[in-house]
């Protein structure tokens, strides 16, 4: 099991945080035509977790290269993790805020699960860090984003007034 959790931990730090990272940048930077100096803080926010996530799979490592894990790693971790969660839920609601500042409809449509799941998943950090409902935020205001990037990519005009 060790094995197999170190080779995730490769496929996690190598391919899926620096795509999710890079999805959501992009959506930032998509949607900044109301606000650059609010859109480009998004990133900023939005990188920043994508790294603090790839601590936490070095802290992983370590923690299963010398299992139990020390209490200091351990510690660590606990609270690195709830740093990146919260960064990634209020990037999210940046990028929500943005697309309801553009006011346009599609855009507005978009924010609402976006807005709607960073407060659901931000208010369970605060609450409950081990609720199980906890990515379910994340969920809603991913899959917002996505379904926008894939409609945006066909008609452009939906998100932008730039033709």
């Given amino acids: 099991m060790i094995a197999a959790q170190i080779k995730g931990l490769w496929v996690d730090g190598l391919v899926f945080i620096p795509c999710y990272t890079a999805f959501l940048a992009l959506a930032a930077l998509a949607a900044r035509r109301p606000a650059p100096h609010l859109a480009w803080a998004a ?3 939005i990188v920043s977790a994508g790294l603090l ?3 936490e799979g070095g802290l992983l490592y370590a923690i299963m290269r010398d299992l139990p894990g020390s209490p200091t790693l351990i510690a660590l971790l606990y609270g690195e993790v709830r740093a990146k969660f919260a ?3 209020l990037g999210a609601l940046v990028i929500g805020w943005l697309l309801l500042r553009d006011r346009r409809p599609a855009g507005m449509a978009v924010a609402l699960p976006t807005v709607g799941g960073s407060l659901f998943s931000g208010a369970l950090i605060a609450i409950d860090m081990h609720a199980p409902a906890l990515m379910q ?3 809603w205001s991913w899959t917002a984003l996505l379904v926008a990037a894939l409609i945006g990519s066909f008609w452009p005009r ?4 730039v033709p």
Avoid: H, K, N, P
Avoid at 158 to 161: G, L, N, T
């Fill in 43 to 45: 990133v900023l926010i």
């Fill in 53 to 55: 996530d790839e601590m």
């Fill in 87 to 89: 960064l990634l839920a």
């Fill in 137 to 139: 935020g994340y969920v």
């Fill in 158 to 161: 939906a998100f932008s007034r």
